[in-house]
Antibody, heavy 123, light 110 residues
């Protein structure tokens, strides 16, 4: 079964840092682009960042550029999001999502999603 | 990176058809056929319903269909069923090599 399991979400103070992880199973992880998408409580979806299968192409939303860093460890079937200088507006459920096509580009749709991990930025 | 524009809500009776629009710009919807639609039930993760404007993933009902004209994409659900009641989001790849989502549309089945 294809599965994505996020972890690392906690309550953190403004200005703090946090590292989210996403463990993948049931598919050949290093063949697919991966993304982080977030959803603030009661709000819509917002794409945060994406990384190609070989880490050669990385993109960020303007709202997190310079503060967040996406990475992956294909040997561990894992995706990460390092979050620094956190702000109240970063409070959200963070989903990891898989790109649809084998060795596809960053334009591939998100076909598998995890259940999310909650990040709360509050003093 | 402005969000794509979707109606806040739509409704329809069982058996009817509804269409949800998604309006972007020449920098996103109008530039590529990389438009997706997602269904999200309360407390659940989003589910991919349509990709590349018109394509349905395996397992998605053929009652769901997508189209695009210029800067506006559309999702049509025919033969509405109670289980279709959910939030629907469109998304598009952009010329900045990022993704942008719509604000979401709440579908109510009357």
């Amino acid at each position: 079964e294809v599965q994505l399991v996020e972890s690392g979400g906690v309550v953190v103070q403004p200005g703090g840092s946090l590292r989210l992880s996403c463990a993948a199973s049931g598919f050949t992880f290093d063949d697919y682009a991966m993304h982080w998408v977030r959803q603030a409580p009661g709000k819509g979806l917002e794409w945060v960042s994406g990384i190609s299968w070989n880490s050669g192409s990385i993109g960020y939303a303007d709202s997190v550029k310079g503060r967040f860093t996406i990475s992956r460890d294909n040997a561990k079937n894992s995706l990460y999001l390092q979050m620094n200088s956190l702000r109240a507006e970063d409070t959200a459920l963070y989903y990891c999502a898989k790109g649809r096509a084998v060795l596809g580009g960053p334009w591939e749709a998100f076909d598998i999603w995890g259940q999310g991990t909650m990040v709360t930025v509050s003093s | 990176q402005s969000a794509l524009t979707q109606p806040a809500s739509v409704s329809g009776s069982p058996g009817q058809s509804i269409t949800i629009s998604c309006t972007g710009t020449s920098s996103d919807v109008g530039s590529y056929n990389y438009v997706s639609w997602f269904q999200q039930h309360p407390g659940k993760a989003p589910k991919l319903m349509i990709y590349e404007v018109t394509n349905r993933p395996s397992g998605v009902s053929n009652r769901f269909s997508g189209s695009k004209s210029g800067n506006t994409a559309s999702l049509t659900i025919s033969g509405l069923q109670a289980e279709d009641e959910a939030d629907y989001y469109c998304s598009s790849y952009t010329t900045s090599s990022t993704w942008v989502f719509g604000g979401g549309t709440k579908l109510t089945v009357l």
